[in-house]
């Protein structure tokens, strides 16, 4: 199991940016897909970006040229830079980790969620 604790959400006017940090622990194999989803209370969860360990990025069309995903291995933490900021991006963000288990299986694992709200 992969624990994932999320950092660097808040309130933030229209225009502004964030940052958020994803930090993942656990004793797996590896841990291979991490990223970043949203919710609302109209919507379902819905992806914003995913990066691969190799670095393969894809992002949501909502974000794309605002947000940008980055990842250091070593650390096994993700980042969510978030620019340009508009009130639809208001939300709670979850960090997901996809990772291969010790006995080589495939799971994934969610955090708590952090608020992120932008104000028009």
């Known amino acids: 199991q992969v624990r994932l604790v999320e950092s660097g959400g808040g309130l933030v006017q229209a225009g502004g940016s964030l940052r958020l940090s994803c930090a993942a622990s656990g004793s797996v194999f590896s841990i291979n897909v991490m990223g970043w989803y949203r919710r609302t209370p109209e919507k379902q969860r819905e992806l914003v970006a995913t990066?691969?360990?190799?670095?393969?990025?894809n992002y949501a069309d909502a974000v794309k040229g605002r947000f940008t995903i980055t990842r250091d291995n070593a650390q096994n933490t993700v980042y969510l830079q978030m620019n340009s900021l508009k009130p639809e991006d208001t939300a709670v963000y979850y960090c997901?980790?996809?990772?291969?288990?010790?006995?080589?299986?495939?799971?994934?694992?969610w955090g708590q969620g952090t608020q992120v709200t932008v104000s028009s």
């Open positions: 997901n980790a996809a990772y291969t288990t010790r006995a080589l299986t495939s799971s994934n694992d």
């Open positions: 990066i691969t360990r190799g670095g393969w990025t």
